[in-house]
């Protein structure tokens, strides 16, 4: 029978579950702002809601991490099923895209599709201004990878369509990365080459910062400075923020003696 408990083990109980109250308050407070931010745009969030996008946020390592510690509920599972339909509503959003604003041909508009890549859309997501990498729920040991931002970016993707039909998450999309989609080069995406070489060598993501606006609304410039553990490395100006960090990250390479040859 369990109707007895040591003193001790009561207040380790008892301990554990207001730990978890304040976890779990702090989280749907975090979820809730990100989410309501103007470029994303979900303001009546249910419960239901809520634990689809915390799934989209949640890799399989952090459950994991939660599984071992006694008394913690598993409110949600990780993001792999929603990342396999969001990859698919992003294909088809960014294509349908290209099909229907220019007139390029299929070869052309093949090569610009890899921007939906892992390794491009992960090296794009953090430079949004978003705060998204940083909303990932890993667990203690794993590194937030340009594979897992990625994955879990099409997984809110997922979640968005589900919560509030393709009409929605297509305007959501070109929000976010029209630009990114707009100036798209297979051949000379840097974010992605600095972002790899920065992980690869301190287990880091570079840090876009909006630094300057410039000129008319209808022409406007942006500068960008891109942050390495806090330090300045490179500034970026350019017509549109994905222009801008293109720019920075260039900047950064230059600085490092890392730019590709042509």
Known sequence: SNRYLPPGRGF?????????????????????????????????????????????FTHQSYLRGTEQQEGTPLSCGDYERLEFLGDRVLNLVVAEHLFCTGHESEGNMTSRMEVVKNQNL?????????????????????QRTTRIIAGSFEAFIGAHYLENGLDSTRSMIMRLIGDEIASFSPHHNYKKILQEEIQGSLGILPVYVLHDKKGPDHRPEFVYQVFIGGNLCGEGRGANKAEATQNAAWDALRARGRLPHA
């Open 12 to 56: 380790f109980l008892c301990a554990c579950k207001a730990y978890q109250y304040s976890m779990e308050h702090s989280w749907r407070e975090r979820l809730t702002a990100f989410l309501r931010q103007p470029s994303i745009g979900c303001t009546d969030l249910s419960e239901h809601a809520l634990a689809r996008y915390s799934a989209a």
């Open 122 to 142: 992960g090296a794009i997501v953090p430079s949004l201004g978003i705060g998204f990498p940083a909303m990932i729920r890993v667990g203690q040991h794993q």
